[in-house]
């Protein structure tokens, strides 16, 4: 937050505040201040000694003059250095005057934790890392002092695992320019507590898990608990009237974002809300292909508004902030002139004036992720807003980006973690760009459409659709980690997390920042036998996306074993359909439940899920389950036919997946058109159009005559050579076979026209079999 914007009343009652972080290495002070500065109101400066002499190693005397002149700015000030012995801070805390309060956050926590942390780590701003570390600690450790109030400190705070830092983080975080927090110590009764056991008592549990990093997130009520304790643990003489002294518990007052809002400007209701608010995940993206590119303003503008309308159902406190540099700017005139039409919240979508790269440190407005119009090489340059992100992210962005992906398609979107080290993520808070590629209409561009509008819609509705899911896919590895961190399960009701595991690898958002693992959105690694699952919440079908993530039969050998926690929605809904009511599509006796694939892979796609316990996929199918079959090939067969009824041109395949990924048997009914902006990758393709897929008519067969269905399970079907499911012409890539197959009108092959494996309409029976 800029202080230009707090007005001049404010602006003499503003409550400054100098905060020492008091911990070794690998405590996580750098961490807290970088959390608490993306999610507060309050201006902040963060006063790092490890890079304050032009990204070196600087003085104390370098950081009490930045301190000074960031206080007369009237920002508050982070003080991340160790500050480890009382005459580390005593300069420090001669800077409360004339009513600036100094307080200390100690990071208290076991010293394994800090060596474990600091040892493993690499990049690091103070190159302390690697086997030195352990010694420097160490040393540090034995001589370490517990700051008391008889320094001078107002208030101490002390930390001793990661729920105390979450809270503290939560606390600082929710501090208008005009808050402030009580005097006193918290968190830890003895300010004279000895200091913790020394490297050699606990060196060989060296190898134990690290300290996870505090959430991007405070945890619900964490603020009001934190609020809870410090009555409870608040010194004598500090009443109940004195905490958050300054505050109020309705905010709404409170001058928020500089932002061209889509509607009213945004409110914050509670301590609680606002906490959550100010922390919501927030996506930034420039209009895509509208620049250089020269795509007609007011049919962008239209796409990026139905595109966002999309996605609003998905959004619950996350969101969406379309920005341009100029208030001039005509696409976002368009943009808030058209949603305002559509009655979008503004909570959850706005546009803001302002530079992408600076919109933190300039204008007060918190995004972790940020969108790059790239060009398809992904290399930096071309002006714009390509050239602005590549040069404020630093060299890190292009090798990271250069690790994942060489070149783009335009309509798909590259998932980039960006390290640590990057100056868009220490000074801004960005902790991922999302490069996406649109169309272009410039003919002095590559790859020109030459004007042909009914493909360059499309395809800038495929970008916005990519970029938007992985946003939401970041969301939910966020959510993932916060929820494993703290041993407690994901919330599987927020439409905004439902089904976007497959969309978030396992290295997609690490919690150190490292590079590796970003991905084209939706690109899939296999996660075999590790116990991992592409879709863990929501009504979506994970072996839709072609990932060979099968368990039972391959690492259990047992039919109801070795299913992830996450990897059982299906199971729950076919079980429960009563309780999803809004998502269920048809529910007969106790036989089958008819649901919408939520990532569908064709114009029409729906799932038949059977409702007997124990069938969890194919290979449990048995004599005894042929008449269940019989029913659910019915079922489909019955929904096949009712869409033909509102398009006879569509064409029919039934089948299931020889080993999915999650549990329940299920049904697909998919459309052969296969246009679907979730249709990216070769697993996706290969999934359905290989041996891996069986025929429902097929398996009705086999079980009849033997018992059981023949299982395709062979994982170099997924891999195989991508070809056209009517001329089987190979293709190099999937952007090459979705472009042929939209024009494709050949016969299907003789295989697939036999045993009616293929529902369509009577009228297309014999001209187009």
């Known amino acids: 937050m800029d ?86 801070r005593a300069e420090f805390v001669k800077l409360a005057v004339s009513g600036i309060d100094v307080h200390a956050v100690v990071l208290d926590l076991p010293a394994q934790v800090c060596i474990s942390r600091s040892v493993k780590r690499t990049a690091h701003e103070g190159n302390l890392q690697g086997g030195k570390a352990a010694a420097v600690i160490n040393q540090m450790l034995q001589k370490k002092e517990l700051p008391k109030l008889s320094e001078g400190l107002a208030r101490i705070t002390f930390c001793q695992n990661n729920s105390d830092v979450q809270d503290a983080i939560c606390a600082y975080s929710a501090l208008g320019p005009t808050e402030t927090l009580p005097g006193g110590y918290f968190g830890q009764k003895s300010p004279d507590a000895k200091t913790q056991l020394g490297i050699l008592k606990f060196l060989k549990k060296l190898d134990g898990p690290a300290y996870p990093r505090p959430d991007l997130c405070c945890p619900e009520g964490s603020l009001s608990n934190h609020i809870t304790q410090e009555m409870q643990t608040r010194p004598e003489g500090v009443g109940h009237a004195s905490l958050l002294s300054g505050t109020h518990l309705d905010l709404k007052d409170r001058k928020h974002l500089a932002a061209e809002s889509v509607g009213a400007a945004v409110a914050l209701n509670s301590i609680g809300d606002c906490a959550a608010f100010d922390n919501a995940p927030t996506l930034a993206f420039p209009s895509i292909s509208t620049a250089d590119f020269q795509f007609d303003l007011e049919k962008a503008s239209e796409i990026i508004v139905e595109t966002v309308l999309e996605y609003a159902n998905k959004l619950r406190n996350f969101r969406l902030v379309l920005v341009d540099l100029t208030h001039k700017s005509k696409i976002l005139s368009l943009v808030k002139a058209k949603a305002a039409q559509k009655n979008i919240n503004s909570n959850k979508f706005f546009t803001f004036v302002g530079d992408i790269t600076r919109l933190f440190s300039e204008g007060g407005l918190h995004c972790n992720v940020i969108a790059n119009a790239a060009n398809w090489r992904l290399k930096p340059g071309g002006g714009g807003v390509n050239e602005a992100i590549f040069t404020a992210a630093g060299p890190m962005l292009e090798a990271a980006t250069k690790e994942q992906a060489k070149s783009l ?77 703290n041993g407690k399960k994901l919330r599987t009701d927020q439409p905004e997390l439902q089904g976007h595991n497959d969309k978030f690898q396992e290295n997609g958002l690490s919690s150190d920042q490292k590079t590796k693992g970003a991905i084209i959105y939706e690109a899939e690694k296999n996660q075999k036998c590790k116990g991992y699952s592409k879709y863990k919440v929501g009504l979506v079908d994970a072996d839709s996306q072609g990932g060979k993530e099968h368990q039972d039969l391959e690492c259990d050998g047992g039919a109801a074993k070795g299913w992830d926690i996450w990897a059982q929605s299906l199971y729950h809904i076919a079980m429960h359909p009563e309780r999803h009511e809004n998502d269920v599509l048809e529910s007969f006796c106790d036989v089958a439940v008819v649901i919408n694939d ?107 005559r033997n018992g059981k269905a023949t299982l395709r399970d062979d994982e170099s079907l997924l891999s195989a050579e991508l070809r056209c499911h009517r001329c089987r012409s190979a293709h190099p890539n999937m952007p090459c076979l979705k472009l042929h197959i939209r024009k494709c009108q050949a016969p299907f092959p003789p295989p697939l026209l036999q045993n009616d494996r293929l529902v369509q309409a009577p009228t297309k029976a014999s001209a187009n079999p």
Not at 440 to 452: A, K, V
Request: positive net charge.
């Open 3 to 88: 202080t230009d914007s707090i007005p001049e009343e404010e602006k003499r009652r503003v409550k400054l505040i100098v905060v020492l972080l008091v911990g070794p290495p690998g405590s996580g002070k750098s961490t807290f201040c970088n959390h608490v500065m993306r999610a507060s109101s309050r201006p902040w400066v963060r006063i790092c000694q490890d890079t304050i002499n032009n990204g070196k190693l600087g003085t104390r005397a370098q950081c009490l003059k930045n301190a000074a002149r960031a206080l007369k700015d009237e920002k508050s000030v982070f003080i991340d250095r160790c500050n480890l012995d009382r005459d580390q």
């Open 409 to 485: 398609t335009p309509g798909r979107a590259l998932v980039v973690p960006l390290p640590s080290t990057s100056p868009l993520f220490s000074r801004e808070g960005v902790t991922h760009v999302i490069h996406v590629l649109g169309p272009n209409m410039n003919g002095q561009r590559p790859n020109c459409l030459n004007n042909n509008y009914d493909e360059g819609c499309k395809v800038l509705k495929e970008a916005y659709s990519s970029l938007f899911e992985g946003f939401l896919s970041i969301i939910f590895r966020t959510e993932l980690m916060s929820a494993q961190r």
């Open 598 to 704: 939520l990532y569908p892979k064709a114009k029409r796609h729906v799932l038949v899920l059977a409702r007997m316990e124990g069938l969890d996929h194919l290979a449990d199918v048995h004599q005894e389950h042929l008449q269940l079959l019989k029913i659910i090939h019915e079922t489909g067969i019955r929904w096949a036919e009712n869409f033909l009824q509102d398009d006879a041109s569509l064409i029919f395949r039934l089948g299931y997946h020889s080993a999915p990924s999650m549990r329940q048997l299920h049904l697909h009914v998919i459309s052969q058109d296969f246009d679907s902006v979730h249709l990216k990758h070769k697993k996706h393709w290969n999934s359905f159009n290989t041996a891996f897929f069986r025929d429902s008519a097929d398996v009705i067969e086999e079980v009849s």
